[in-house]
């Protein structure tokens, strides 16, 4: 028990600690017991991290804040009305085709496997390509389906689309408009003194909107160049598959190659195993080379120097816990807390008593 009480003093005794320690534990209670009624309002604030940069550019330029707001949020409508009308039933059009093609896609591969007891008798058996074909068939059904019927399960409810449709929208108006009031409401909470809780503050309010915003850069450049080199090549479904390039960056080292399966399996039922295909999967392999090594770390200079190892246990962990949301923010939220952990004050614990010296000999 001494260890124990030495320990919470030497990091509890500083009320700059007690203030910040308070505030992350209610933050993170919020999200943890809340986090599904709160999922408009983290949509809505991802939103707001995003279109506040544009809003600074105009105020910086002697635009008024109410005008610069407005201006940004009607942009923001026109592009999401855009991507409603246009491109999402592009998307939809795409998936419905791709998942009655998957049947014969594969019957096709399953003739190219079956192939293969002839050639190796004593190494693989007709009965176990069947069976791995028929399992794989069956998941990429089930998977198709998920993806393209919307279940009630899923959605909830009408009620919940008309809140995402009207309530997120409404919080990125007033998140911009009114920023600067909320945020000294939220203040008034807090003792006078939290200098310390301020600038983790601070720094956490500066590298989550770097994230956002470099990382919606990202999907957008990665999604065009890709539905540029698929369309060059003359690749089916290029739209379909140039969005889910765009989004495998979200997921890092695992996103790419999770989404390299849908391009190859296209681009093999397509092509053949020909140099088109070698073409599709040299582009795709270029384009994820170019933004690991060269892309993510100009957008996300101050992210991508964590390890990969705590990269990966965040998207783990946040991923399994809060779905989509944990996998976008569990890059930011591993910031955080490296964030966190190197601005606690700790007191280094005292020094133990040294030896008195031994004087002469004695006469």
């Known amino acids: 028990m001494d260890v124990i009480r030495q320990w919470f003093r030497r990091h509890f005794s500083d009320p700059q600690v007690v203030i910040l320690g308070i505030v992350l534990v209610a933050l993170l209670a919020a999200v943890v017991l809340a986090g599904r009624m709160l999922a408009p309002a983290l949509a809505g604030l991802v939103i707001a991290y995003l279109l506040d940069s544009p809003a600074e550019w105009l105020r910086r330029h ?3 804040h109410l005008i ?4 940004v949020f009607l942009g923001f409508i026109g592009l999401a009305l855009f991507g409603a009308l246009t491109l999402m039933p592009l ?19 399953q003739d190219l496997l079956l192939e293969l007891p002839q050639r190796y008798p004593t190494l693989i058996d007709r009965e176990q390509v069947i069976e791995m074909t028929a399992a794989l068939r069956q998941e990429l059904l089930s998977l198709a389906q998920s993806a393209v019927v919307f279940s009630w399960d899923r959605i909830n409810n009408l009620f919940t689309v008309i809140v995402y449709v009207f309530l997120v929208p409404l919080v990125v ?21 939290h200098s310390l809780a301020s600038r983790v503050w601070a720094e956490v309010n500066r590298k989550t909107g770097d994230y956002v915003r470099g990382k919606v850069y990202e999907i957008a450049i990665v999604g065009v160049a890709t539905w540029v080199a698929f369309t060059w090549v003359g690749l089916n479904f290029a ?27 296209v681009a093999f039922f397509q092509f053949g195993p020909s ?10 392999g270029i384009i994820q ?5 060269l892309l993510a770390p100009l957008l996300l200079s ?4 964590l390890h990969p190892i705590a990269i990966v246990l965040a998207i783990l962990i946040f991923g399994g816990i809060w779905g989509f949301w944990g996998l976008f923010f569990s890059i930011p939220l591993a910031t955080v807390a490296d964030a966190v952990l190197r601005s606690w004050p700790v007191t280094e614990p005292p020094e133990a008593p040294q030896p008195a010296a031994v004087s002469g000999d004695s006469e």
């Open 275 to 284: 140099g088109d295909m070698i073409a599709v999967l040299v582009a795709y």
């Open 68 to 71: 610069a707001v407005s201006l």
């Open 302 to 305: 101050e992210v991508v120097q």
């Open 62 to 64: 002697g635009t008024p």
């Open 173 to 193: 108006w007033f998140l911009l408009k009114d920023k600067e009031e909320i945020l000294r409401w939220l203040s008034r909470f807090l003792p006078s003194d």
């Open 239 to 265: 739209v379909l598959l140039a969005v889910l390039t765009g989004f495998s960056v979200l997921i890092p080292y695992l996103g790419v190659a999770a989404v390299a399966f849908p391009v190859t399996l």
């Open 289 to 293: 080379a170019v933004d690991g090594n």
């Open 91 to 109: 998307l939809i059009n795409q998936l419905t085709q791709l998942v009655g093609l998957l049947p014969s896609m594969v019957g096709h591969v």
